[in-house]
T-cell receptor
Framework: AQSVTQPDIHITVSEGASLELRCNYSYGATPYLFWYVQSPGQGLQLLLKYFSGDTLVQGIKGFEAEFKRSQSSFNLRKPSVHWSDAAEYFCAVDTNAGKSTFGDGTTLTVKP | DGGITQSPKYLFRKEGQNVTLSCEQNLNHDAMYWYRQDPGQGLRLIYYSQIVNDFQKGDIAEGYSVSREKKESFPLTVTSAQKNPTAFYLC????????????FGQGTRLTVV
């Protein structure tokens, strides 16, 4: 069965600094990969997705992610973090008709 | 506006009572899902449905039941058999069988006292 690991439970960055959130997955073939963001008490919103093709994908709010097959990773990046980016971020993998497996999430705190 | 509506946002129930959480979507999606979220944990799949009148158990189905009588509705019942029902419940939908992203509702926070 597929699995997703987000090694960092909590990350703190200063506003304007760069950000990288890690995601590793376990699956034999090329999976469908997603990053979602969740504000407190809210549902999840899709940031970006990777299905095939270019391994560097662009998403909303200035986020991007790179799929690296050799490392089974799909790390999320942003060049300059804004205070409004503070939230919880979830990586997800989908290998079976729209049923996703989610990581445990990474909470991002942004320092002024 | 298309989207997923969960109601109510907050729900309080006494221990031993069954409670039903509502989820409605107007996205014309075939697939719908229920997830449970606890602090410090990711989303755990309770039930999912890829077509009307059919649904499958997810990873933590014990103590829960669902129905899918209409394409746009997928209510979740938390029964008295669920040992730890207090949690944040999220409903989602997606276009089935194409491995696309899920669209989420705003969640229902259930507290059992």
């Amino acid at each position: 069965a597929q699995s997703v690991t987000q090694p960092d439970i909590h990350i703190t960055v200063s506003e304007g600094a760069s950000l990288e959130l890690r995601c590793n997955y376990s699956y034999g073939a090329t999976p469908y990969l997603f990053w979602y963001v969740q504000s407190p008490g809210q549902g999840l919103q899709l940031l970006l997705k990777y299905f095939s093709g270019d391994t560097l994908v662009q998403g909303i709010k200035g986020f991007e992610a790179e799929f690296k097959r050799s490392q089974s990773s799909f790390n999320l990046r942003k060049p300059s973090v804004h205070w409004s980016d503070a939230a919880e971020y979830f990586c997800a993998v989908d290998t079976n008709a729209g049923k996703s497996t989610f990581g445990d999430g990474t909470t991002l705190t942004v320092k002024p | 506006d298309g989207g997923i509506t969960q109601s109510p946002k907050y729900l309080f129930r006494k221990e031993g009572q069954n409670v039903t959480l509502s989820c409605e979507q107007n996205l014309n999606h075939d697939a719908m899902y229920w997830y449970r979220q606890d602090p410090g944990q990711g989303l755990r799949l309770i039930y999912y449905s890829q077509i009307v009148n059919d649904f499958q158990k997810g990873d933590i189905a014990e103590g829960y039941s669902v129905s899918r009588e209409k394409k746009e509705s997928f209510p979740l019942t938390v029964t008295s058999a669920q040992k730890n029902p207090t949690a944040f419940y999220l409903c989602a939908s997606s276009i089935a069988r194409t491995n696309t992203e899920a669209f989420f509702g705003q969640g229902t926070r259930l507290t059992v006292v």
